[in-house]
């Protein structure tokens, strides 16, 4: 049986590309999350690792690598692969804000439960839920593959030695960040302002009629149509999370030409 060898050259190129892989896997929700456990992770994303080698392998040729520039092309390999997995967290967290929002108008606030797939930081009752279907949303949609096939790209056109950062990376990542808001708001906006409507007619009933027991009435209406509007918005929060995840192809393709852009 012929022997394997594999020069140190060889050997830097897959750790560059494991490094990449693996600090997108431990930000991602879910994969990234303490009830995965971390040789899971380490497992899936060395095996991501051996199948990208040999096609990164082809473009990308390392020869004479020194240790202060190995050093450098490590935390960069880290940087690109945390910001790959922050354009997905994006839509988690967008969606968790959007719970917690919801969750303070129809009184839920109170509530909260261990999230494990965002390192089990407790989150209201409707974030829990929500979550809970972005996931589902996130798998059945396939949205993974096009993870997994942005940073295939990436290598692609991002050559692993690379360390020089343009602004315009940062500037890309501070209007990503705005998406963390802008989601929220859009998906708790319908709940918010059927209670805020809601609100003022109990507090008009109890200016109007002072025996009405604002407080024993009101509270138990708000909880009832709060349940019954995210039941009824229900398709638009399943086609919104839809379409934000169909546009992680696009994202990705700004993330490599931000990254690709050298001033």
Same mark, same amino acid.
């Given at each position: 049986m012929p022997a394997i060898i594999i020069n140190q050259d060889q050997l830097i190129e897959f750790i560059l590309i494991f490094f990449r892989i693996i600090a997108m896997i431990v930000i991602i929700p879910f994969i990234g999350s303490t009830v995965v456990p971390r040789w899971a992770k380490t497992g899936l994303a060395f095996f991501i690792a051996v199948i990208v080698y040999p096609l990164v392998a082809k473009t990308q040729v390392l020869t &004479? @690598? /020194?240790?202060?520039?190995?050093?450098?092309?490590?935390?960069?390999? @880290?940087?690109i692969g945390i910001i790959f997995g922050f354009l997905v967290l994006i839509v988690f967290t967008g969606v968790e804000i959007a719970g917690q929002?919801?969750?303070?108008?129809? &009184?839920? &606030?109170?509530?909260?439960? +261990? !999230?494990? =797939? +965002?390192?089990?930081?407790?989150v209201s009752l409707v974030s829990n839920l929500q !979550? %809970?279907?972005?996931?589902?949303?996130?798998?059945?949609?396939s949205a993974f593959y096009f993870v997994i096939e942005g940073i295939y790209r990436s290598f692609q056109t991002i050559p692993l030695t690379f360390v020089h950062f343009s602004p315009y990376v940062f500037q890309y990542l501070v209007a990503r960040g705005v998406d963390l808001f802008t989601i929220g708001l859009d998906l708790s906006i319908p709940i918010i302002?059927?209670?805020?409507?809601? !609100?003022?007619?109990?507090?008009? =009933? /109890?200016?109007?009629?002072?025996? #009405?027991?604002?407080f024993a009435v009101g509270f138990p209406i708000t909880i009832a149509v709060g349940l019954l509007?995210? %039941? @009824?918005?229900?398709? %638009?929060?399943?086609?919104y999370v839809t379409r934000s995840f169909s546009g992680l192809d @696009?994202? #990705? !393709?700004r993330l490599i030409n931000a990254l690709s852009t050298i001033s």
């Amino acid at each position: 049986m012929p022997a394997i060898i594999i020069n140190q050259d060889q050997l830097i190129e897959f750790i560059l590309i494991f490094f990449r892989i693996i600090a997108m896997i431990v930000i991602i929700p879910f994969i990234g999350s303490t009830v995965v456990p971390r040789w899971a992770k380490t497992g899936l994303a060395f095996f991501i690792a051996v199948i990208v080698y040999p096609l990164v392998a082809k473009t990308q040729v390392l020869t &004479g @690598v /020194g240790m202060p520039l190995l050093i450098l092309s490590i935390l960069s390999q @880290v940087l690109i692969g945390i910001i790959f997995g922050f354009l997905v967290l994006i839509v988690f967290t967008g969606v968790e804000i959007a719970g917690q929002l919801i969750s303070m108008q129809i &009184g839920f &606030g109170m509530i909260t439960l +261990l !999230n494990p =797939m +965002l390192s089990n930081q407790q989150v209201s009752l409707v974030s829990n839920l929500q !979550n %809970y279907i972005a996931l589902i949303i996130f798998i059945e949609t396939s949205a993974f593959y096009f993870v997994i096939e942005g940073i295939y790209r990436s290598f692609q056109t991002i050559p692993l030695t690379f360390v020089h950062f343009s602004p315009y990376v940062f500037q890309y990542l501070v209007a990503r960040g705005v998406d963390l808001f802008t989601i929220g708001l859009d998906l708790s906006i319908p709940i918010i302002l059927v209670t805020i409507l809601l !609100n003022i007619i109990i507090a008009l =009933m /109890g200016r109007l009629a002072p025996q #009405f027991n604002i407080f024993a009435v009101g509270f138990p209406i708000t909880i009832a149509v709060g349940l019954l509007m995210l %039941y @009824v918005s229900a398709p %638009y929060f399943i086609d919104y999370v839809t379409r934000s995840f169909s546009g992680l192809d @696009v994202e #990705f !393709n700004r993330l490599i030409n931000a990254l690709s852009t050298i001033s």
